[in-house]
């Protein structure tokens, strides 16, 4: 991500979210490229990718949030951006506030249900984190657990439950004939981790459709009687729901109205440019760059791209193309091993286990975001 800033050095960068694309394009920024501020309504940032772990392991919740105030200072603005102006080229708080930029980069993510996401509404990271020890009692506490949803999350929720707590029903309950049926990704793939969960002891219901989804409660509260459209009734004392993630398009859904997909994401061109904009970037899964295909290494690539085309902006040379790297996905089942796919290769436990699965590349942002990361002092 090198390179000559000496014209991006006099530009102001505003960027909207603080995931994995927002940090990263802040963290290159930081290094004196140029003035930029990140503006997020949460605290912290949220290690997603580690969150799962979270409500098997006591005191892992610390771990995955990472405050913003040490590594960027008074370039970070806890808010919420409620509206932007492209043609004054500012952006509006919630507060009031007004920020202007040269250059808006919008990385707003998308969000879902709890555990692999956190509501929007919570914004400070000591409540994010109670949340998470709290359902580690009530894992520990239940004898029926039913996941919903058989993508990443589902999947790889069933395999930190079913390594970590050997004395539980759980069921997952996916609408497909395979998990991780997006099109993407190959059937040796898909087979295996079937044969994992099935190997760790969780029972698939494949091609049912959860009937009384809105009926039951999602918070561990109540034993409820999951049923299914194909008649199937599925006891549980915690139900997961793992299907349903949003894109929050709620910063510029009105600003750039015409430029959405069907699901909220921004239409980009070739340089990842907001179409019809020069001035305005889409990252992460805000972004249309990529389809459907969802993945926290993939904002990493737009921020690569991103960075470079700042500065070829800034001094008005041609910018540089986005070209889509080629799908990989590693599924960790619970901390001991997994699956993962790169490329056409399908690879096991070993290999998921050491790049993945058993630290969860968590150690590594906080390094990135130049903090120490702490130790868990609860894990039993």
Request: proline share 3%.
């Given at each position: 991500?090198g ?28 290094k ?8 997020d ?20 919740a ?5 405050p913003?105030?040490?590594t ?27 920020i ?7 990385a707003?993510?998308?969000s ?41 999350v ?20 996916h ?17 295996r ?80 440019r ?87 590349f ?19």
């Amino acid at each position: 991500m090198g390179g000559s800033s000496s014209n991006l050095q006099d530009k102001h960068v505003v960027i909207v979210g603080g995931g994995y694309g927002g940090t990263a394009l802040a963290n290159y920024l930081k290094k004196g490229k140029c003035k930029f501020t990140l503006i997020d309504p949460k605290d912290s940032f949220h290690h997603s990718v580690g969150a799962l772990r979270a409500v098997v392991e006591k005191g892992y919740a610390n771990m995955i949030f990472i405050p913003y105030a040490p590594t960027y200072g008074e370039s970070f603005k806890q808010g919420k951006v409620v509206s932007i102006d492209a043609t004054a080229k500012k952006v509006v708080l919630e507060t009031g506030d007004e920020i202007s930029y040269d250059y808006l980069v919008l990385a707003t993510g998308t969000s879902g249900p709890f555990p692999a996401k956190v509501d929007l509404s919570v914004t400070d990271a000591s409540q994010a984190i109670e949340m998470y020890n709290s359902y580690v009692d009530k894992i520990n506490a239940a004898k029926d657990i039913v996941i919903i949803g058989g993508g990443p999350v589902g999947v790889e929720l069933a395999g930190e439950i079913a390594t970590d707590t050997k004395d539980k029903n759980i069921t997952l309950i996916h609408s497909k004939s395979a998990l991780i049926d997006n099109g993407t990704f190959n059937d040796k793939f898909k087979k295996r981790l079937r044969e994992g969960l099935e190997t760790l002891g969780v029972e698939i219901l494949f091609e049912h459709k959860v009937s009384n989804l809105d009926e039951l409660p999602t918070d561990g509260s109540a034993r409820c009687t999951v049923q299914t459209d194909k008649g199937s009734t599925v006891e549980a004392d915690i139900v997961f729901v793992c299907i349903g993630l949003k894109t929050n398009s709620s910063a510029y859904s009105e600003a750039f109205s015409g430029k959405l997909d069907e699901i909220g994401c921004l239409k980009v061109d070739e340089f990842l440019r907001v179409e019809g904009y020069t001035d305005v970037f889409a990252i992460g899964d805000c972004s249309a760059a990529d389809g459907q295909a969802k993945m926290a290494f993939k904002a990493g690539t737009h921020v690569e791209v991103v960075v470079k085309n700042l500065q070829l902006q800034a001094d008005e040379k041609d910018l540089k193309a986005y070209k889509p790297p080629s799908n990989i996905m590693f599924v960790p089942l619970g901390r001991n091993g997994g699956v993962a796919q790169i490329g056409n290769m399908v690879v096991g436990n070993f290999i998921t286990k050491t790049a993945k699965s058993k630290g969860l590349f968590t150690s590594r942002f906080w390094d990135a975001m130049g903090q120490k990361m702490p130790t868990n002092s609860k894990k039993k």
